[in-house]
């Protein structure tokens, strides 16, 4: 099967500052989804993104499909980006999830 | 346009009953998908149901079951409830299989 990794596992920022984050996957896949699991658990829907670059405010991704590997960009980052974000690719029927990487912004 | 819905939030069982999870798409979508997220294993992928039919399933024993009904409803049932079985359950519906997921809030499953 497929292997989805995320880096960093885990990343704190002072609010303000901006963050990467990675996702490669091991194959090829039918598409891509960025997540947010706020600290209620709800998954927000960032991007869906097979390739190329989208932006949604502070927020970018892009994803480069013949390397295997997806970015998130956060910008001016704030308290409320604070949360878990997963990456999932469509491989196949199924659906896989990354192990997510935690994100604290501090005040 | 209401998002999807999965009821009840919580809920508490002990270990042999079975429970059923509900969820309700977005208007229009006619793609559920059912996914586990415990601290351990993270989210893993359950089934999911497209046009009433089972069209994946996850490698999950079989005491984890589902359906759909015409009106893109779909439930989950899972019987002879184990300890392990605690965690969230989410749902997620899209138009199709290859369009964007939209999450519920989940059922938050507890076994005692």
């Not at chain 2, 015409?70 to 138009?95: F, H, I, K, P, Q």
Request: glycine letters at 10%; aromatic letters at 12%; a positive charge.
């Amino acid at each position: 099967g497929i292997q989805v990794e995320q880096s960093p596992p885990d990343l704190i920022l002072q609010e303000g500052a901006n963050s990467t984050l990675r996702c490669n996957f091991s194959d090829s896949v039918n598409n891509l989804q960025w997540f947010h699991q706020n600290p209620w658990g709800q998954l927000i829907n960032l991007f869906y993104i097979p390739s190329g670059t989208k932006q949604n405010g502070r927020l970018s991704a892009t994803t480069v499909a013949t390397e295997r590997y997806s970015l998130l960009y956060i910008s001016s980052s704030q308290t409320t980006d604070s949360g878990v974000y997963f990456c999932a690719v469509r491989y196949g029927q199924n659906f896989v999830f990354g192990p997510g990487t935690r994100l604290s912004v501090l005040p | 346009k209401a998002g999807v819905t999965q009821t009840p939030r919580y809920l508490i069982k002990t270990r042999g009953q079975q429970v059923t999870l509900s969820c309700s798409p977005i208007s229009g979508h006619r793609s559920v998908s059912w996914y586990q997220q415990t601290p351990g294993q993270g989210l893993q992928f359950l089934f999911e149901y497209f046009s009433e039919t089972q069209r994946n399933k996850g490698n999950f024993p079989g005491r984890f079951s589902g359906r759909q009904f015409s009106n893109s409803r779909s439930e989950m049932n899972v019987s002879t409830l184990e300890l392990g079985d605690s965690a969230l359950y989410l749902c997620a519906s899209s138009l199709e299989g290859d369009r964007p997921q939209h999450f519920g809030d989940g059922t938050r499953l507890s076994i005692l």
